[in-house]
T-cell receptor, first 114, second 114 residues
């Protein structure tokens, strides 16, 4: 049973427009959420995160929104640039023992068209 | 940001042989490292949690006798795929925890078993 879901495997957006990537989760124990960007044959690179006590976090062109009641978060990229084209993974975090474990969604391939 | 390296980045081996993958935190000490596996166009699946000086904790469905993990120092964890078979071909990614549960990912290792 997938605890973190990204229902859109791909998204195409015109350069300059907004990209909205969505993520849903089921486990109420998750209290920290992250977005990663990944290129083929590379490890994920951290983009932005949000704690469950907040509903919005902004960093430059990237904004993450969290709706706890709906167990839904989204990543907004404005304006989108061709260099943003990559796979974006949503991850949810909870403590397991003494360390935080990440549970990843299946990823969304974003293509920004010039 | 912190740097995590993996070696080798790509390995091809014959069926039945064993392969060792190293994960190093280059500029920080990591008492906890994680090993993930990613199949093409799929999510990163957590395989195990590697704790320095103690036995690794494996996720359900991961064979601990097949995927041997050794975390002998605060900067090095190794994953050995024993008696590798073609179905073990995958992209293996490690991550290391720094300080306040920040998780940094390695660049990944592509394993191809012929």
């Amino acid at each position: 049973d997938q605890q973190v879901k990204q229902n859109s495997p791909s998204l195409s957006v015109q350069e300059g427009r907004i990209s909205i990537l969505n993520c849903d989760y089921t486990n109420s124990m998750f209290d920290y959420f992250l977005w990663y960007k990944k290129y083929p044959a590379e490890g994920p690179t951290f983009l932005i995160s949000i704690s469950s006590i907040k509903d919005k976090n902004e960093d430059g062109r990237f904004t993450v929104f969290l709706n706890k009641s709906a167990k839904h978060l989204s990543l907004h990229i404005v304006p989108s640039q061709p260099g943003d084209s990559a796979v974006y993974f949503c991850a949810a975090s909870a403590f397991s023992g003494s360390a935080r474990q990440l549970t990843f969604g299946s990823g969304t391939q974003l293509t920004v068209l010039p | 940001g912190a740097v995590v390296s993996q070696h080798p980045s790509w390995v091809i081996c014959k069926s039945g042989t064993s392969v060792k993958i190293e994960c190093r935190s280059l500029d920080f000490q990591a008492t906890t490292m994680f090993w993930y596996r990613q199949f093409p166009k799929q999510s990163l699946m957590l395989m195990a949690t590697s704790n320095e000086g103690s036995k690794a904790t494996y996720e359900q469905g991961v064979e601990k006798d097949k995927f041997l993990i050794n975390h002998a120092s605060l900067t090095l964890s190794t994953l050995t795929v024993t008696s590798a078979h073609p179905e073990d071909s995958s992209f293996y990614i490690c991550s290391a925890i720094r300080g306040n549960n920040e998780q940094f990912f390695g660049p990944g290792t592509r394993l191809t078993v012929l």
